[in-house]
C-alpha cells in the first residue's frame, strides 16, 4: 500500500517535470521553427509579390503586396527574355541527356549487376572515383575538349556532359537496384528463349521502374538547372538555357526590376511545380542520390 | 545462350557509359593536369613550361585566399547546416500539415535554379533597394546597414546564408529518414533508463544515426566545392577577388585572363584538394565513431 502511493507519488513528480520541461522546450522548439521557417519562406513570398510590381511599387513598398497586381510584367519578360526560346533549349538538352542516362546507365546497370565477367570491380570502381571529381574542375579542359571536336555551340556539348555526369550515379541507384532481383529472372526469360536485348527490354526495364524514376529526377534536375556548363559551351543567343538566358537577361534589365523578377518566377515555375505534385518522389529520389552519389 | 554472346553483349552494353563517361569525366581531368604544364592564351602555340604554372600556384595569394574562402563554405556547411538540419529533424519529426509543409518549404530550393536563387539572394542584400537594409532601417537599427556584396571585408559571409538556405532542405530529409527508422522499442527503452528530450537525442538517436551524418559531412565538403553558381552569380569571385572560390578562380583566370595553362593547373589542384578534403574527413569521422 505504502510502496503503491510512494511510487504514484514519484509518477506523477516525473510526469510534472517533464511536463515542465515539455513546455519550455516547445517554447523554444516554435522560436527556432519561426525563425526558420520565415527565414525559408520569405525569399519565395517577396520573389513572387514582386513580381507583379512596378518599379514605383517596388520602391515604394518594399514589404507589402503590390498596390496594382501588375500581370503584364509576365507577359512582357516572356517576350522580352525569349523565354520560348530557352524552355525549348532547356527542355531538348534536359530529355536528349535525360533519355541517353536512362538507357546507357541501364544496360551497363544490367550488365554490372547481373554478369560475371573480369574486370567487373574495376569497372565499378572507374564509375565510384567519377563521383569524387568536383564537376566544375572540368570546365577549362571540357572547354578545351569541345572547341577541337567542335561542339562548342551544339547541344551536343551539354547532352553528353549532362549525361556523362549523371552516369555514375544513375549505374550506383540501378544496379544496387537490379542486383536485389532473384536469379530465377534470367533463367526463366531463357526457358522462354528472349535474347539478352529482349530480357533487359521486356524484362529489365519495366522491372526497374522506381529505380529509373530516381535517376529520371536527378538526371532532370541537373540537367534543367545547371548553368556553368552552359555558361562556358554555348555563347549563341539561340542556344542558350533557362538559366543561362535568365543570368544574361538580368544584367542587360538590371533596373526594370518587376520584369527580371518576372521572368525569374516563370523560368522556375516548371520545376515548382513538378515538385509540388510529386514530392515524395522528389525528396527521395534526390536525398537517395545524394547519399549514394 | 552461348558465353561468346554473353560476352559480346557484356562489352557491346558497357562500351556507350564507358565511352561517354571516359571521355566527358576522366580525360578532361587528365588532359587538364597536362595542359598546367604550358603557356597557352587559348589559341595558337602552347609553350611548354614545365611546373611553372604550379608553382606560380603555390605563391599565387589570390589562389590560397581562394582556398580559404572554399574552406569557410565547408565550415559553414559543416557546422552551419548540419546543427540546424538535425534540429529541424527533431523538431519537425511528426505528420501534420504544417510540419510536412515546412519540411516541403525548406526542401524547395533544392529543386530551383542556383541562377535564380542567386539572383533573389543578391536583391535581398542590395544596398538601395535590397529589403535587408530596408528592415534595418525599419527597426531602427540604420547603422547596421552594410554593402552586403560589395565590401569585401564580409561579402564571403554574406554569402553563408544563402548556401545554408539552398540545402539544408537535402540534410533535413536525410536525418528525418535516419531518425524515423529507429525502431520504436529502442526510444520505449531509452524512456525507461531516464533518457528523455536532448538527453535521448545525444546518447540514443545520434550514435544510432552517427554513419548517416558522417554521409551528411562528406556531401557537405563535397557540395561546397560545386558552389561555383552561386558565386559566380552573386559577386562573380569579387569585390578584387575577396569572394573567389578556387573554381570561380579558374574560371576567371581561363576565361577573363585567358591563361588557359594556368586554369588548368587550378582545375588539377581542385581535383586534388578536394580529394584530400573528403580522404580525410572520412578518416577523421571514422575514427570518432570507432572511439
Same mark, same amino acid.
Given at each position: 500500500?505504502?510502496?503503491?502511493?510512494?511510487?504514484?507519488?514519484?509518477?506523477?513528480?516525473?510526469?510534472?517535470?517533464?511536463?515542465?520541461?515539455?513546455?519550455?522546450?516547445?517554447?523554444?522548439?516554435?522560436?527556432?521553427?519561426?525563425?526558420?521557417? $520565415?527565414?525559408?519562406?520569405?525569399?519565395?513570398?517577396?520573389?513572387?509579390?514582386?513580381?507583379?510590381?512596378?518599379?514605383?511599387?517596388?520602391?515604394?513598398?518594399?514589404?507589402?503586396?503590390?498596390?496594382?497586381?501588375? $500581370?503584364?510584367?509576365?507577359?512582357?519578360?516572356?517576350?522580352?527574355?525569349?523565354?520560348?526560346?530557352?524552355?525549348?533549349?532547356?527542355?531538348?538538352?534536359?530529355?536528349?541527356?535525360?533519355?541517353?542516362?536512362?538507357?546507357?546507365?541501364?544496360?551497363?546497370?544490367?550488365?554490372?549487376?547481373?554478369?560475371?565477367?573480369?574486370?567487373?570491380?574495376?569497372?565499378?570502381?572507374?564509375?565510384?572515383?567519377?563521383?569524387?571529381?568536383?564537376?566544375?574542375?572540368?570546365?577549362?579542359?571540357?572547354?578545351?575538349?569541345?572547341?577541337?571536336?567542335?561542339?562548342?555551340?551544339?547541344?551536343?556539348?551539354?547532352?553528353?556532359?549532362?549525361?556523362?555526369?549523371?552516369?555514375?550515379?544513375?549505374?550506383?541507384?540501378?544496379?544496387?537496384?537490379?542486383?536485389?532481383?532473384?536469379?530465377?529472372?534470367?533463367?526463366?526469360?531463357?526457358?522462354?528463349?528472349?535474347?539478352?536485348?529482349?530480357?533487359?527490354?521486356? $524484362?529489365?526495364?519495366?522491372?526497374?521502374?522506381?529505380?529509373?524514376?530516381?535517376?529520371?529526377?536527378?538526371?532532370?534536375?541537373?540537367?534543367?538547372?545547371?548553368?556553368?556548363?552552359?555558361?562556358?559551351?554555348?555563347?549563341?543567343?539561340?542556344?542558350?538555357?533557362?538559366?543561362?538566358?535568365?543570368?544574361?537577361?538580368?544584367?542587360?534589365?538590371?533596373?526594370?526590376?518587376?520584369?527580371?523578377?518576372?521572368?525569374?518566377?516563370?523560368?522556375?515555375?516548371?520545376? $515548382?511545380?513538378?515538385?509540388?505534385?510529386?514530392?515524395?518522389?522528389?525528396?527521395?529520389?534526390?536525398?537517395?542520390?545524394?547519399?549514394?552519389? | 545462350?552461348?558465353?561468346?554472346?554473353?560476352?559480346?553483349?557484356?562489352?557491346?552494353?558497357?562500351?556507350?557509359?564507358?565511352?561517354?563517361?571516359?571521355?566527358?569525366?576522366?580525360?578532361?581531368?587528365?588532359?587538364?593536369?597536362?595542359?598546367?604544364?604550358?603557356?597557352?592564351?587559348?589559341?595558337?602555340?602552347?609553350?611548354?613550361?614545365?611546373?611553372?604554372?604550379?608553382?606560380?600556384?603555390?605563391?599565387?595569394?589570390?589562389?590560397?585566399?581562394?582556398?580559404?574562402?572554399?574552406?569557410?563554405?565547408?565550415?559553414?556547411?559543416?557546422?552551419?547546416?548540419?546543427?540546424?538540419?538535425?534540429?529541424?529533424?527533431?523538431?519537425?519529426?511528426?505528420?501534420?500539415?504544417?510540419?510536412?509543409?515546412?519540411?516541403?518549404?525548406?526542401?524547395?530550393?533544392?529543386?530551383?535554379?542556383?541562377?535564380?536563387?542567386?539572383?533573389?539572394?543578391?536583391?535581398?542584400?542590395?544596398?538601395?533597394?535590397?529589403?535587408?537594409?530596408?528592415?534595418?532601417?525599419?527597426?531602427?537599427?540604420?547603422?547596421?546597414?552594410?554593402?552586403?556584396?560589395?565590401?569585401?571585408?564580409?561579402?564571403?559571409?554574406?554569402?553563408?546564408?544563402?548556401?545554408?538556405?539552398?540545402?539544408?532542405?537535402?540534410?533535413?530529409?536525410?536525418?528525418?529518414?535516419?531518425?524515423?527508422?529507429?525502431?520504436?522499442?529502442?526510444?520505449?527503452?531509452?524512456?525507461?533508463?531516464?533518457?528523455?528530450?536532448?538527453?535521448?537525442?545525444?546518447?540514443?538517436?545520434?550514435?544510432?544515426?552517427?554513419?548517416?551524418?558522417?554521409?551528411?559531412?562528406?556531401?557537405?565538403?563535397?557540395?561546397?566545392?560545386?558552389?561555383?553558381?552561386?558565386?559566380?552569380?552573386?559577386?562573380?569571385?569579387?569585390?578584387?577577388?575577396?569572394?573567389?572560390?578556387?573554381?570561380?578562380?579558374?574560371?576567371?583566370?581561363?576565361?577573363?585572363?585567358?591563361?588557359?595553362?594556368?586554369?588548368?593547373?587550378?582545375?588539377?589542384?581542385?581535383?586534388?584538394?578536394?580529394?584530400?578534403?573528403?580522404?580525410?574527413?572520412?578518416?577523421?569521422?571514422?575514427?570518432?565513431?570507432?572511439?
Amino acid at each position: 500500500m505504502m510502496n503503491q502511493t510512494a511510487a504514484a507519488g514519484s509518477h506523477r513528480q516525473v510526469s510534472g517535470i517533464s511536463g515542465l520541461m515539455g513546455r519550455s522546450k516547445s517554447i523554444i522548439f516554435w522560436t527556432i521553427l519561426m525563425v526558420y521557417g $520565415i527565414f525559408t519562406l520569405y525569399p519565395f513570398f517577396w520573389l513572387i509579390v514582386s513580381a507583379f510590381k512596378t518599379n514605383e511599387d517596388f520602391y515604394s513598398h518594399p514589404f507589402g503586396l503590390p498596390a496594382q497586381w501588375n $500581370i503584364a510584367n509576365f507577359s512582357r519578360a516572356w517576350e522580352t527574355a525569349k523565354l520560348d526560346t530557352a524552355f525549348a533549349n532547356s527542355l531538348i538538352v534536359s530529355i536528349g541527356s535525360l533519355i541517353l542516362t536512362l538507357f546507357i546507365g541501364a544496360l551497363a546497370s544490367f550488365i554490372l549487376a547481373r554478369f560475371q565477367f573480369r574486370l567487373k570491380g574495376a569497372v565499378f570502381a572507374f564509375f565510384v572515383v567519377g563521383m569524387l571529381i568536383p564537376i566544375h574542375s572540368t570546365l577549362v579542359p571540357l572547354f578545351i575538349l569541345m572547341k577541337q571536336i567542335s561542339l562548342l555551340n551544339t547541344y551536343w556539348a551539354l547532352i553528353l556532359p549532362y549525361t556523362a555526369f549523371a552516369l555514375p550515379t544513375a549505374i550506383f541507384v540501378l544496379s544496387a537496384y537490379l542486383m536485389s532481383f532473384p536469379k530465377e529472372i534470367e533463367e526463366a526469360s531463357f526457358i522462354d528463349g528472349t535474347g539478352l536485348w529482349g530480357l533487359f527490354f521486356r $524484362i529489365i526495364l519495366p522491372m526497374s521502374l522506381p529505380a529509373l524514376s530516381t535517376v529520371t529526377i536527378l538526371s532532370f534536375l541537373h540537367a534543367w538547372n545547371d548553368f556553368s556548363f552552359a555558361l562556358v559551351f554555348i555563347s549563341k543567343t539561340s542556344l542558350k538555357t533557362l538559366p543561362l538566358s535568365i543570368a544574361n537577361f538580368s544584367d542587360g534589365y538590371q533596373t526594370d526590376y518587376g520584369l527580371t523578377l518576372a521572368a525569374m518566377v516563370l523560368s522556375v515555375l516548371p520545376t $515548382i511545380i513538378l515538385y509540388l505534385v510529386f514530392q515524395e518522389q522528389v525528396m527521395k529520389g534526390m536525398t537517395a542520390g545524394a547519399v549514394k552519389g | 545462350m552461348n558465353a561468346m554472346s554473353s560476352r559480346k553483349f557484356v562489352m557491346f552494353g558497357l562500351a556507350p557509359a564507358l565511352l561517354i563517361y571516359g571521355l566527358f569525366v576522366f580525360v578532361p581531368v587528365v588532359w587538364s593536369a597536362y595542359y598546367g604544364f604550358f603557356n597557352w592564351s587559348g589559341f595558337g602555340d602552347k609553350q611548354y613550361i614545365g611546373l611553372a604554372n604550379y608553382t606560380e600556384i603555390i605563391h599565387d595569394s589570390t589562389f590560397w585566399h581562394s582556398l580559404k574562402n572554399n574552406i569557410i563554405f565547408v565550415l559553414a556547411a559543416v557546422f552551419g547546416q548540419v546543427p540546424i538540419a538535425l534540429a529541424l529533424a527533431v523538431i519537425l519529426h511528426k505528420n501534420t500539415w504544417m510540419q510536412r509543409f515546412l519540411r516541403s518549404a525548406i526542401f524547395l530550393p533544392m529543386v530551383m535554379s542556383t541562377v535564380v536563387i542567386g539572383m533573389v539572394w543578391q536583391y535581398i542584400y542590395h544596398p538601395q533597394i535590397g529589403i535587408l537594409n530596408f528592415l534595418l532601417d525599419a527597426v531602427g537599427l540604420s547603422g547596421w546597414k552594410l554593402n552586403w556584396l560589395s565590401d569585401s571585408g564580409i561579402a564571403i559571409y554574406s554569402l553563408v546564408p544563402p548556401l545554408i538556405w539552398s540545402f539544408v532542405g537535402l540534410y533535413l530529409i536525410i536525418f528525418s529518414s535516419a531518425l524515423q527508422n529507429i525502431p520504436g522499442e529502442i526510444h520505449d527503452a531509452a524512456e525507461l533508463d531516464g533518457a528523455i528530450g536532448w538527453r535521448r537525442l545525444a546518447y540514443i538517436s545520434l550514435p544510432i544515426i552517427w554513419t548517416t551524418v558522417q554521409v551528411a559531412i562528406v556531401l557537405c565538403i563535397s557540395g561546397s566545392l560545386k558552389s561555383f553558381d552561386l558565386v559566380y552569380i552573386m559577386t562573380r569571385g569579387g569585390p578584387a577577388h575577396a569572394t573567389e572560390l578556387l573554381a570561380t578562380y579558374m574560371y576567371n583566370s581561363t576565361f577573363t585572363s585567358y591563361r588557359y595553362g594556368y586554369g588548368s593547373a587550378i582545375s588539377t589542384m581542385i581535383v586534388l584538394i578536394s580529394l584530400v578534403l573528403i580522404g580525410t574527413s572520412q578518416w577523421l569521422t571514422s575514427r570518432k565513431s570507432r572511439s
